[in-house]
């Protein structure tokens, strides 16, 4: 009876250090497109598309589509094919809006 109370504290023990490891963040500038449907960022001096996750209502101003220059810091996930038929090479899941600029809306 006793090893059956010894499972339950090892489980606890060995799941809590998995939730507490962060993921390390960076910082990424480029070209930021959004309309109705989605949303990708074109990273500068590179030619490539990657999907946007996360709160970017700041960059969206002005329209229901348009691009903005962003500077954001967040987390790039593994290289596959992403959203709009597979278009994009990697999810970009955006933390925090640093800055914006250049900021072109169309309704």
Not at 33 to 46: C, K, M, R, S, V
Not at 60 to 76: A, D, E, F, K
Not at 77 to 93: D, W
Request: proline share 4%; aromatic share 10%.
């Amino acid at each position: 009876m006793r090893s059956l109370r010894v499972v339950p504290a090892l489980l606890l023990v060995f799941c809590a250090g998995c939730s507490t490891i962060p993921q390390a963040s960076n910082v990424y500038s480029g070209k930021y497109f959004y309309n109705f449907e989605f949303a990708y960022l074109t990273p500068d001096g590179q030619d490539t598309e990657w999907c946007v996750a996360g709160d970017m209502s700041g960059a969206q101003q002005g329209g229901h589509s348009g691009t903005s220059h962003v500077v954001v810091q967040g987390n790039l996930g593994p290289a596959g094919k992403y959203g709009n038929l597979g278009a994009c090479k990697r999810v970009l899941t955006v933390i925090k809006l640093i800055a914006v600029s250049n900021n072109q809306g169309q309704q």
